[in-house]
């Protein structure tokens, strides 16, 4: 007999076989001697009252042995078979690589910058000395944005693809299982470059094909139908059809796509700062206590306030975690999260942003949103100085109006200015943050302090343009055989969501004719 139930369980408690058996022996009313075995399908930390727990859903074998359940999945060779090209090697364009091969066509993955190894000396440069290689960076490269901020794997995207398949492939290819039943999965950017690569290996033991410094410049399109690209302005590579997944921030495939009269529509997003507190505050707050127990891990928290018409709100929240520059180009400041796998650093960063709407960028240009984007990073850019250097405030002297005497330590490191963060953010920005902040203080205590850092400007927390694509066959309206795909199209958001995006893309390959 099998059984579902919830439990739940001392912190210290959660790691312990013998404590979690004499829980579910409690919660069944039953003798613990029957219980033969248990899977834990989901465990949650519950913080509301003033002692935390742990949830637990837990499958129950009783009276019957359990049964071990395998997940592999066996790619067949596909060197022969149909070729699709994948212009990113992102989440989204791995995913779709792994797809195609399981649906018996070869993928042709084409990546601007360099792979994961080759583009940690770029990573290195940028932190140290402000040089940003404009097709090499935390942006740029093997496993894209997702390699290098955080390996969050936390999605609402239940309704879109098989989340659980998402998982277990990452498992597969060298993940721990705990991503399989953690509320909030998290892989850790210092892992992720191995996982990775596991994936290429993968790919390219199946017959595919994976290619860096191979920046798509045009795309061959013949009557209407797409017949290749055009890589590095010179080489021109064929297939039966193009998966678009090149991210959020390759501003020349928006750009590419407009001359060429393609269609592309300006997209609403959200613009704000990167916030910084000391973890121990976030701790202390979320866990109800002076100090963090030792078997809790670093506290994360999610905020959320309507200011009038717009929305405020976190997102991409890092415990433990690190600011990271993740310009693209020159002369523009980006700022970004991550945290390592144990979450050790002694800062809690989020990305702390207000909605964008179109209506508040004059015209009828559909980059006009990018463009709007751009300007900002550069004017952040010009006020931090240069090299990288970023404008920053104190949380409270930014809401009272007063440039901060001085900046408190904190994990950016290129290094932060003391400026009037107003100076840098569009009025009705800094209007809505100046509004929200002291509610998030009231909603969490200790988080409206001057002990925060704000640091400008989160700008890439999602797409400012849509590449539109049909409902059905998720090629665009104009071009027969072209896929626009996950973040880069405006139709994902995260490792999870961009990931099933790309397997979505690739089943509707195989319809294509």
């Given amino acids: 007999m099998q059984k579902e139930i919830e439990i739940t369980i001392a912190p210290e408690d959660a790691g312990l076989e013998e404590r979690i058996l004499n829980q579910l022996s409690i919660a069944l009313k039953t003798d613990q001697s029957r219980i033969k075995g248990y899977k834990i399908l989901k465990r949650s930390i519950d913080a509301r009252s003033r002692k935390v727990i742990y949830r637990m859903q837990v499958k129950v074998f009783i009276d019957e042995p359990q049964i071990a359940e395998v997940f592999t999945l066996k790619y067949q060779n596909v060197t022969e078979k149909k070729r699709v090209i994948i212009v990113g090697a992102g989440p989204a364009g791995l995913f779709a690589a792994l797809q195609c091969i399981e649906n018996g066509m070869k993928p042709i993955v084409l990546e601007r910058g360099k792979d994961v190894k080759q583009r940690r ?22 496993g894209g944005a997702g390699t290098y901020s955080d390996g969050k794997l936390y999605t609402r995207s239940n309704k879109r693809g098989d989340i659980n398949k998402v998982l277990q492939i990452f498992v597969q290819h060298g993940a721990t299982d705990d991503i399989l039943v953690d509320a909030r999965p998290h892989i850790g950017t210092n892992k992720l470059p191995h996982i990775i690569t596991a994936i290429r290996e993968t790919i390219l033991n199946a017959g595919g094909e994976v290619h860096f410094d191979k920046k798509v410049t045009d795309l061959s399109i013949e009557f209407g139908r797409i017949s290749g690209v055009v890589v590095n302005d010179e080489e021109k590579l064929s297939g039966e059809a193009v998966i678009l997944a090149t991210g959020h921030s390759a501003r020349d495939i928006y750009t590419l796509l407009h001359r060429k009269g393609i269609l592309v529509e300006a997209k609403p997003f959200a613009l704000g700062v990167r916030i910084e507190h000391p973890q121990e505050i976030i701790d202390a707050a979320q866990y109800h206590c002076p100090v963090r127990s030792e078997f809790l891990p ?5 905020l959320v306030e309507q200011v009038g018409s717009r929305g405020v709100f976190s997102f991409c929240m890092c415990p433990g975690g690190i600011i990271a520059p993740c310009a693209t180009h020159e002369n523009e400041i980006v700022v970004n999260g991550w945290s390592p796998s144990k979450r050790n650093n002694p800062f809690a960063n989020s990305g702390t942003v207000v909605q964008v709407t179109l209506e508040d960028v004059a015209g009828d240009d559909p980059l006009r949103m990018m463009d709007f984007q751009h300007s900002i990073e550069q004017t952040a850019f010009v006020l931090g100085g240069g090299n990288l250097v970023a404008p920053g405030q104190r949380m409270v002297d930014f809401v ?8 408190p330590r904190n994990s950016y490191l290129p290094g932060t200015k003391s400026v009037m963060l107003k100076e840098t953010l569009p009025d009705f920005i800094a209007s809505s943050l100046k509004s929200a902040l002291p509610v998030f203080g009231k909603k969490m205590k200790g988080y409206y302090t001057n002990e925060a850092i704000l640091v400008g400007v989160e700008s890439r927390s999602s797409s400012p343009v849509r590449i539109p694509r049909d ?8 071009v027969a055989g072209l896929y626009p795909c996950a973040e880069g199209a405006g139709y994902a958001g995260g490792i999870v969501s961009a990931a099933i995006d790309g397997v979505n893309c690739a089943n509707a390959v195989l319809n294509f004719n």
């Fill in 471 to 478: 409902r059905e066959t998720f090629q665009h309206p104009q």
């Fill in 400 to 407: 009272e109006g007063r440039v901060s005497a001085d900046l």
């Fill in 121 to 142: 000396r770029d990573l290195a440069l940028i932190n140290k000395e402000g040089i940003v290689n404009t097709e090499s960076n935390y942006c740029y490269g093997e």
């Fill in 298 to 302: 670093p506290a994360y928290y999610s």
